[in-house]
C-alpha cells in the first residue's frame, strides 16, 4: 500500500512563498504523476496542478500560472509544491494525491493546513 | 464556477438508493472516460470510491457505482447508511490535460 505524507502546517505573511513536501513510500515513483488539490475553510476541492517525475512533465490550472512551481526528488521519492505571493484566500489545506487525474487520484497525503495571517 | 455541475446537496434514509449527478458544462469535459469520484467526511481526507466512470477501487463497497449518459456522470449509492452521510467529488480529467472538479453534493442520511 502506498502512503503520502505531507510537511506540517504553515503560518505566512502576505506576499510570503510557502513550500509543501509530499514523500512517497512508492517504489513506482518515476511512474506516478503526483497532482496538487486545495481546499480552502468550508469550500470544495480545487485543482492547481500535477507533476511527472520522470518527464519533469507539469501542468498547471491557469488561476495559478506564473505564482504555482511543482518540482520532484527523485532521489527522495518527493514533490513538492511552492506557491509565491501568498495572499489571505491562499488559506487552505493543499493535499497531494497519486496520479494525474486520467485514473483517479489515489492514494492522499494528510493535507497541509497553510495559513495567510499578518 | 466549476465545469462540472452537481446538486448542492441530496438526501434519503437508511436503505434506499440516491443518486448524485455531475453535468459537464464545457466542451473539454464533456463525454470523458476519466471520471472520478470522491468521498470526503468531515475533516477527513478526500477518498477515492470510483474511478473511469464506473470502476472501484478494491476494498470500496459494491453500493457505490458509477456510470455516464452523454455529458452528465452519475454517481448511486445503494442500500443507504449512516456513514455514506459525507460530501461527495465529482472529477474530470479534460482534453486539455487538466483536472476539473465538480463543486461537492452534500449527502444527508435521515
Known sequence: ?118 | QSALTQPASVSGSPGQAVTISCSATNSDVGGSDSVSWYQQHPGKVPKLIIFDVSSRPSGVSNRFSGSRSGDTASLTISGLQTVDEADYYCCSYTRTNTVLFGGGTKLTVL
Open chain 1, 1 to 118: 500500500q502506498v502512503y503520502l505524507v505531507q510537511s506540517g502546517g504553515e503560518v505566512k505573511k502576505p506576499g510570503a512563498s510557502v513550500k509543501v513536501s509530499c514523500k512517497s513510500s512508492s517504489y513506482t515513483f518515476l511512474s506516478d504523476s503526483f497532482t496538487w488539490v486545495r481546499q480552502a475553510p468550508g469550500q470544495g476541492l480545487e485543482w492547481m496542478g500535477s507533476v511527472n517525475p520522470y518527464s519533469d512533465d507539469t501542468h498547471y490550472a491557469q488561476k495559478f500560472q506564473g505564482r504555482l512551481t511543482l518540482t520532484t526528488v527523485t532521489s527522495t521519492n518527493t514533490a513538492y509544491m511552492e506557491l509565491e505571493r501568498l495572499q489571505f484566500d491562499d488559506t487552505a489545506i493543499y493535499y497531494c494525491a497519486r496520479g494525474g487525474g486520467l485514473n483517479g487520484l489515489d492514494p492522499w497525503g494528510q493535507g497541509t493546513l497553510v495559513t495567510v495571517s499578518s
